[in-house]
């Protein structure tokens, strides 16, 4: 049997990580690999250096391969500065607006990140997010991608029409290490926190007023400091999909970009507000929306 | 002319900081002085030295002064634990439930913090403020007290009946170190980031949301560096003040104790709300307030 014939590398080049794939026509994954060589990692010029560290023996096996990147390596801290696309736009603006890369003997790409100017005033942006919504095929509906910068996309007619970020990655960390956090232990049971945080998040008074009772309620006896954590993340979230429902409507189902921890509590939440949920796992969907880039491109 | 004659020596005992105040009866401040000996730095069974030595002369010349204290010396963690005091309740039960300090040779007393349960299943403490906010002789209104865990009271026929805390200080300091501030530079201008954190605050999904806007402002080139934490700072008590209208409807003024510059910051937003603003000092208030609630006793 014929090995498979390999159509392009993929690249997911991140902030703190690099993943490198073979692909084949069918968008199947012949090899894979993956190090720590993650966008800040990486020495002024230093790129081309890490790229082929990552995948020298596949570079050196198909000289004529093309390269397909998404992520943070198409930011200002870059390979190059791949310019914002924006909203809204669909695959084939995409595939259109592919930052070329000299130097490397072959073609290589970087997918543009994604922007949009809200009539509220609001600006936002995602770079390597729009990759994985595209690798959805998900053509109408609405898709969230859970993260430190989640985020919350509309799609409409194969295009992204809108999208908002919701910093409930980062504020849960920034949240951990502070005062309100300080009676934590660390959590046992799976749905620690939840009642509690889904009664914080009704009572009115907003986030800020409900953050303080992950520690009021244990100094009352009402909480075990093993669900001061969990309680802190549920509530962020319950916050992000409030938000997501004001911005977004509420649609019969939400398409999920994520995997476990995240996912379970983002499909629990969602089926407690009534929604369907269907998801696929972010890794795969980057590899779907790099294959599906390139091909409407060629 | 005599010297005045005293009538209580005033302690005030915070988290980080010390004060003490010789006062006469009526209610004037004879004399005055502060340390950095807060509740934290205190070591096991070392109060009374500490209060000795920030007041060792008038210990000494006054031998039968009474010492009344408040604040987070009657904590877990402070000389004694004063029990909370269950809301509603007014300057009577105050008075009546303070917690006696033996073997300094004087009447000594810690004034107890309060506590509230909601019917929302909410709980909060307070423990300092409740001396502040009798000390503003306000019977009926809304009472704000900004800070760390900013507070607002309810007051109705001279008892405190509800209050709640939204933790604007704190997740203030939080996010200055966090990623969504890294842009930020020094502010400039008195007005800065309010014009963007009031259009980010009423833009809809929420405070996460509106939250990331101060990166994205930036990057946009919408916002300057410059007014990123004027902007945080004013996003947050946006939500506060939008969080206490939830709780506590729009009342026609709000008291403040506050010095600047958050009072400047919260006057001028409850201003713009068309709620007339009073205010007072919040030394002034302890001070105002451990005088009634030893009137109240005596």
Known sequence: MASP???????DWGTTRLRTSLVDAGGAVIAHARSDSGVQSVPPGGFPAALRAACAAWLEAYPALPVVMAGMVGSRNGWVEAPYLHCPCGLSEMAAQLTRIDGLERDAFVVPGVDVRWEDGSYDVMRGEETQVFGTGIDDGLICLP???SKWVEMAG???TRFASFITGELYAALSGSFVARLAEEPDAPEAG???ATEAARAGGGLTRALFQARTRVLAGDMSPRAVRPFLSRLLIEAEMAGASEL???PASVHLVASD????????GLERRGLQVSFVDPATATLAGLNRI???RT
């Open 5 to 11: 014939e390999p159509r392009f590398i993929a690249v």
């Open 147 to 149: 993260g430190t910068h």
């Open 248 to 250: 977004f409507g509420h």
């Open 261 to 268: 921890p995240q996912l379970s509590v983002y499909r629990s």
């Open 294 to 296: 390139i091909s409407a």
């Open 158 to 160: 194969g295009r992204m």
């Open 194 to 196: 939840q009642t509690e």
